[in-house]
């Protein structure tokens, strides 16, 4: 039966269901990115708010591995339809990695724009960037530069 929920209890192996370890339901996940999940965010949707703050964790393991890795960060860059586009998903990002020299400048996050943009503090020690990209004109040079050396 589908109820619309995001989470899930897992159903062991003798097709019970244990209540002490949960799971995401996927099927459900990905219709919720297919809707308003903005809208719902900010309505308090509990499934959509813990779609993004899913999203945003993931992103910061990525962060923490490289910092740790890099020894240290000289920026972060956003790109991409939601990197360019998702003003929420940048702030969600960015939060608590203050440790990391990563401060947003909130204003200028949501400020938005075109091209290139900075929407880290002045005194932020990490840049983060937004940076526009077209996918569409890259893939048409790569098949160009394809045909072309043949």
């Not at 990197?83 to 949501?110: P, V």
Request: hydrophobic share 40%; net charge negative; with cysteine.
């Amino acid at each position: 039966m589908d109820d619309g929920c995001f989470c899930k209890p897992f159903i062991n192996t003798n097709g019970k269901i244990d209540n002490s370890k949960w799971g995401i339901d996927f099927n459900n996940f990905l219709r919720l990115i297919k809707s308003d999940i903005l809208k719902l965010y900010f309505e308090g949707n509990p499934e959509a708010v813990l779609a993004y703050e899913l999203y945003a964790y993931r992103i910061k393991k990525y962060i923490g591995s490289y910092a740790a890795i890099l020894n240290g960060l000289d920026a972060i860059i956003f790109t991409a339809g939601v990197g360019e586009n998702d003003t929420l998903s940048r702030k969600l990002t960015s939060m608590n990695l203050e440790y990391l020299g990563i401060h947003l400048d909130e204003a200028k996050n949501e400020a938005g724009g075109k091209g290139l943009l900075e929407i880290n503090t002045s005194d932020s020690p990490v840049k983060i960037l937004v940076i526009p990209t077209n996918e569409e004109l890259e893939i048409a040079n790569q098949c160009f530069e394809l045909l072309e050396n043949r």
